[in-house]
């Protein structure tokens, strides 16, 4: 492996790889229900995004629960059932080693908030409506 993935750069088309089928089979485990806890079964799970390390041996998922509630006790949840779902992933994919899974909030939803709110603040709008004329003439 070059260094530039060792040192954090761009991800090798491996990583992104496995982290896709890692994503697929997380998805697939948790609306098939295969876990039986409280928390998760009262909530819709989404598995946006998965990050690989550059040996393969651990999987970060990021999580969201559907509308962006109680996202601290689905965390919890998917942690106290984390073997259970690496051993369950690791049958659906075949590796050399089965990756640590590590559970974290995604924060993608937010961020794209945040941005709709800039592009339709006030200011912005204001910008946008002025006359081409008047923006070249300052």
């Known amino acids: 492996m070059s260094r530039v993935h060792q040192t954090g750069g761009e991800p090798s088309q491996r990583m992104l790889r496995v ?12 609306t098939r ?7 998760l079964d009262a909530h819709v799970i989404t598995v946006p995004k998965v990050q690989m390390s ?19 006790p689905v965390i919890e949840a ?12 690791s049958r659906k994919i075949n590796l050399k080693f089965a990756p640590e899974v590590r559970f974290k909030v995604d924060t993608a939803f937010d961020n794209s908030a945040k941005i709709d709110a800039l592009l339709n603040s006030e200011k912005v709008r204001r910008d946008l409506e002025r ?8």
Do not use: Y
């Not at 982290?19 to 948790?30: K, N, Q, T």
């Not at 229900?33 to 928390?39: E, K």
């Open 19 to 30: 982290a896709e089928l890692i994503r697929h089979s997380m998805a697939e485990l948790l």
């Open 54 to 72: 550059p040996d393969l041996k651990l999987a970060t998922v990021f999580v969201m629960p559907l509308g962006g509630k109680d996202v601290q």
């Open 131 to 138: 006359p081409a004329d008047d923006a070249s003439e300052k």
């Open 33 to 39: 229900g295969a876990i039986n806890d409280p928390v």
């Open 78 to 89: 998917l942690d106290r059932h984390k073997k259970f779902l690496r051993g369950e992933v």
